[in-house]
């Protein structure tokens, strides 16, 4: 069974473009999670998708950043315009079910480097 | 300061050495998740609790509700072992949000 796969893995864009972000989880799981660390942070959550649905975006730093699920299936996260303080690791996580007895899995995460 | 927080941030051992890394807790949790993540490898999971203690393999992670904290040990350790460890709370309720420590970079010496 194939794991959480992020695309790209790295990702170097100049200060006001557009970067997208996308994520697929394991197959089946209904539960989507975005994370970020930017550097030398601690891993910060962003939101929660259940199915195509947002359950929880309380994490989203700014208007900046937009999260679909379209079908429920595949997320991406896009952020427009991109500023230097976007720089970081963004992780991706799904889970069959909600809940603290959940284990998440996560992706290998996409390194965003904003010049 | 954080909600979560863990000591020490840098952790060097021998081979063979008892390891423990510390993680304390100001909010109040369902469960503390630790989780592993390898030099250039993904986040994986090693223990969810929310009371007493868990073990796996050479791995052993305790809690203290009273005293929200935690704590993750390694037996025997290995150079293998060397990775970041990261303890993190999950919130519960209606909020499935995970809130991480900082991470402890854990490398064991031959």
């Known amino acids: 069974e194939a794991g959480v796969t992020q695309f790209p893995s790295h990702s170097v864009i100049e200060k006001g473009q557009t970067v997208t972000l996308r994520c697929d989880p394991i197959s089946g799981h209904d539960n989507l999670y975005w994370y970020r660390r930017v550097m030398g942070k601690e891993i910060k959550f962003l939101l929660h998708f259940v199915k195509e649905s947002k359950q929880d975006e309380s994490g989203m730093p700014n208007n900046r950043f937009l999260a679909e699920r379209t079908g429920g299936t595949y997320s991406t996260l896009k952020v427009q315009p991109a500023e230097l303080e976007d720089s970081g690791v963004y992780f991706c996580?799904?889970?069959?079910?909600?809940?603290?007895?959940?284990?998440?899995?996560f992706g290998p995460g996409t390194r965003l480097l904003v010049l | 300061k954080n909600e979560v927080e863990q000591s020490p941030q840098n952790l060097t051992a021998q081979e063979g050495e008892f390891i423990t890394i510390n993680c304390s807790y100001s909010v109040g949790i369902s469960a503390l998740h630790w989780l592993q993540q390898h030099p250039g490898g993904g986040i994986v999971s090693l223990f969810m609790?929310?009371?007493g203690k868990k073990k796996h393999g050479r791995l052993i992670a305790t809690i203290n509700i009273q005293e929200k904290h935690s704590s993750l040990h390694i037996t025997a350790s290995h150079p293998r072992d060397s990775a970041v460890y990261i303890c993190a709370a999950h919130l519960g309720g209606a909020t499935n949000k995970l809130i991480f420590g900082t991470g402890t970079l854990l490398a064991v010496q031959p």
């Open positions: 996580a799904s889970s069959q079910e909600p809940g603290p007895w959940e284990t998440q899995y």
């Open positions: 609790l929310s009371s």
